[in-house]
């Protein structure tokens, strides 16, 4: 069985850093994109950032371009968004998403992923 576990949320002061893990388990993790979304209270889910298969490739939210990189260790199964110059804005439950097997491309489009961890709140006080 599929399993996606994040850890790494918190509470952090606005200008801060925060790194989130995404831990895989149950299934070929360098052989699909993963990707990184986030929901803040009373909004939609919505696109943060996403790598292919092989790291090569990563696409970004205009709101957190510059500022997040993502990035993936195939050995350790496991995928990893550094947040920084963290802003109030960017509160909201995090939440670690893989594309099927095969499926390479770093897609922004939520649908495109069939897997999802529980999330992982992070709370960036101004």
């Known amino acids: ?4 576990v994040e850890s790494g949320g918190g509470l952090v002061q606005a200008g801060g850093s925060l790194r989130l ?3 895989a388990s149950g299934r070929p993790f360098s052989s699909s994109a993963m990707g990184w ?3 803040a209270p009373g909004k939609e889910r919505e ?3 996403a790598i292919s298969y092989s790291g090569g490739s990563t696409n970004y939210a205009d ?3 510059g500022r ?3 990035s993936r260790d195939n050995a350790k199964n496991t995928v990893y968004l550094q947040m920084n110059s963290l802003k109030a804005e960017d509160t909201a439950v995090y939440y670690c998403a893989a594309r099927v097997v095969g499926a390479g491309f ?3 489009d939520t649908y495109q992923y069939r897997t999802w961890g529980q999330g992982t709140q992070v709370i960036v006080s101004s």
């Open 68 to 70: 997040f990189t993502i």
């Open 106 to 108: 770093p897609s922004t």
């Open 1 to 4: 069985q599929v399993q996606l």
């Open 47 to 49: 696109f943060v950032a």
């Open 63 to 65: 709101s957190v371009n």
């Open 21 to 23: 893990s995404c831990a």
């Open 37 to 39: 979304f986030r929901q």
